[in-house]
C-alpha cells in the first residue's frame, strides 16, 4: 500500500511540473501575441479580429462551455491586451 501511495505521488508530481511548464509556455504566449497586437496599425487589428471571430463561428458550438472560454480569452487578448 506504502509503494502503491508513494508511485501516485511521484505520479502527481511529474503531472504539477507539467503543468507548470504548460503554464509558462501559455504565458509566454501571451507575452508575444500582445506585443504583436500592439504593432498592427488599426485596420490589420480589425481584419484580424474579424477573421478570428469568423473562423471561432464556423468552427465552435457557440453553447459549448469550452468555446466560450475560448472565445472570451480571444476577445480579452484582442481587445484588452495584457500591460
Known amino acids: 500500500m506504502k509503494n502503491l501511495i508513494a508511485e501516485l505521488l511521484v505520479k502527481l508530481a511529474e503531472k504539477e511540473e507539467a503543468s507548470k511548464e ?3 509556455q501559455i504565458e509566454a504566449l501571451e507575452i ?3 506585443a504583436l497586437v500592439r504593432k498592427l496599425d488599426p485596420q490589420q487589428h480589425q481584419a484580424i479580429t ?3 471571430e469568423t473562423a471561432m463561428d464556423n ?3 457557440a453553447s459549448d462551455e469550452n ?7 480571444i476577445n480579452k487578448l484582442l481587445k484588452h491586451p495584457r500591460v
Open 22 to 24: 504548460q503554464v509558462a
Open 59 to 61: 468552427a465552435a458550438d
Open 50 to 52: 474579424t477573421g478570428i
Open 32 to 34: 508575444v501575441v500582445t
Open 67 to 73: 468555446a466560450l472560454l475560448l472565445r472570451n480569452y
